[in-house]
């Protein structure tokens, strides 16, 4: 099969495995960062807002998520409101909408690749496809995650700063407004963006001192960027402001009949700039070891690894050859060195592109807590130093399995029975009642990824669902709360229901409740509570590969 029929698959792939949808669950945050905040906001949903989006210590900027997951839902919200679609709203819709959007913004990568390959002098399709078939293309690119709009803001940044024609003569840039706007706007998406935008923004600035040829030009084009960064953080600080305190237009205008002055001042005072709050709690080290302390190589020795396989590995071995090569050339040529924007200009693309990889993972790395989706944005570099000499051609087959291996765990299995069960919940909470009175539902999952509330599809005015969020708390806190609430189980049309994974159902035997129901939603692989290797190379291996909907007997009896 060629390239482009390869890549086409690949693309078609990508849309259509969005569209299935995916059942996998990567991180929390890829529905706590922005769905379910906007579908509390904009559909008056039953949600939980995280501590990033509390006003009292606001650390996310709320302009990315209305701008993706808030504009999705206006729309279903709209359509439904004229009666287009009658039932748009739903559990598939809620999950589907926003990660559509993320996976038409995916090709950016794409177009990004198009733009940068005959500059980086890597071959254009081997290129798109090593792109197109990476799991992390298709399974974290596809998912609302604050570093996927990291990864395609740094996309855009790269292909903004290659500015020089393919024969090597440099073109006068033209571009630093926006650049300015894209670099402000990553800092407010994430302030690790500066960490991937540190050598792009070196690069450019060694671009315009080499092709201008006056001071006073070169001064032009940072002021530009300065000034569309200032507006760009000016745009981001009033709209977090507005959202987060509770200054409203109205309020403003009225201050001393809408003097300019006073308004100005009263925004000053609620003034809420989230990157700062950001950078002041992840800075604390006692702040990070609630989220997970890892070793400071974590990202260079395992999440590399697992993200992108053998290419990390061949990354590796040619940045080390660079490095000796450099410091060789250092030591013997030492009159001759032209400092560190020279070399970025002068050098040729592949070690350049090892910097564009190197230099953020090496900043990400001072930090303790390193979690494999940082790295995400560093894929763009990679293929297009992978596909530069046919370094990735021998290890085709290699990748191919990794791939296949990474989009099944990571796309299917990993916590792959939580979303299903909600769909399924959502269902069984909107099916006909038999009677005119409410049925109240109470939901506890235990030692699952927290629930997405919001995939329910509970109005916040609906008082008879209750979700129980026991994370993974230890078996006497669980069976005491599964028992509390089965002492509790009075109503006539009271449903309890526990979910749980297979690997700890046991659990519920020694609690002293019963069950009538029994639901198994396969697959459901739970890293934190891992199947025992003795179990699955048995005949009951599917049980400890299940998600189990347990439904409280209202008739107990001791077990």
Known sequence: MGARALWALLAALRAGWCLLPQSGYLHPDEFFQAPEVMAGDILNLQVFYPWEFLSSFPCRTVVFPLMTSGVTYWAVKSLQQL????????????????????????????????RLAPFWEADLWKALVLLAGSYVTLVFYM????????????????????SRKSNGSSVEPTSSPLIGVITTAGFFNRPTFLAFALMPLLYWAGLIVDSQRSIKSVINHFLKLILCACFTAIVFIT????????????????????????????????????????????????????????????????????????????????????????????IRVKSCYHGLSGLLVHSEGNPTLLLFYFVPLAFLSLFS????????????????????????????????????LGAFLFGCLHQGGLIPCLFHLEQLIHSPAPSNHPRHYTLLF??????????????????????????GSGEETLCQTIEQQASNFTCSDCHIFVIIPGTVR??????????????????????????????????????????????????QHSL
């Not at 009263?266 to 997970?292: D, E, I, R």
């Open 83 to 114: 009666d287009i679609c009658s039932s748009c709203i739903n559990s598939y819709t809620l999950l589907v909408s926003p990660r559509l959007l993320f996976t038409i913004f995916s090709f950016m990568l794409d177009y990004s690749v198009y």
């Open 143 to 162: 998912r609302t995650f604050t570093n996927t709009l990291e990864g395609l803001l740094f996309a855009l940044l790269m292909v903004l700063v290659s």
């Open 239 to 330: 709209a977090d402001t507005f959202y987060f305190t509770s200054v409203s237009l109205d309020n403003l205008l009225s201050i001393n009949k809408g003097s300019l002055f006073d308004v100005i001042v009263q925004l000053h005072k609620k003034m809420v700039v989230t990157p700062f709050n950001f950078l002041s709690y992840n800075l604390n080290p006692h702040n990070l070891a609630l989220h997970g302390s890892h070793p400071r190589v974590t990202h260079f020795t395992v999440n590399g690894i697992m993200l992108f396989g053998i290419l990390h590995v061949l990354a590796t071995v040619a940045g080390f050859k660079m490095l000796k090569k450099y410091v060789q050339q250092f």
């Open 369 to 404: 807590h390193q979690e494999p989706r940082f790295l995400i944005p560093l894929i763009l570099p990679l293929v297009l130093f992978s596909a530069s000499q046919d370094r990735a051609v021998k290890w085709k087959h290699l990748i191919i399995i990794f791939n296949l």
């Open 446 to 471: 235990a030692h699952t990824y927290m629930p997405p509330r919001f995939l329910l599809n509970i109005k916040k005015t609906d008082v008879h669902v209750q979700v129980i969020d026991m994370a």
């Open 506 to 555: 046991a659990t519920t035997a020694k609690c002293g409740v019963s069950f009538k129901n029994e639901t198994v939603i396969f697959p459901h692989l739970s890293m934190e509570d891992p199947p025992q290797m003795s179990i699955l190379s048995s005949g009951n291996w599917r049980s400890q590969l299940g998600l189990y909907i347990l439904q409280l007997d209202r008739d």
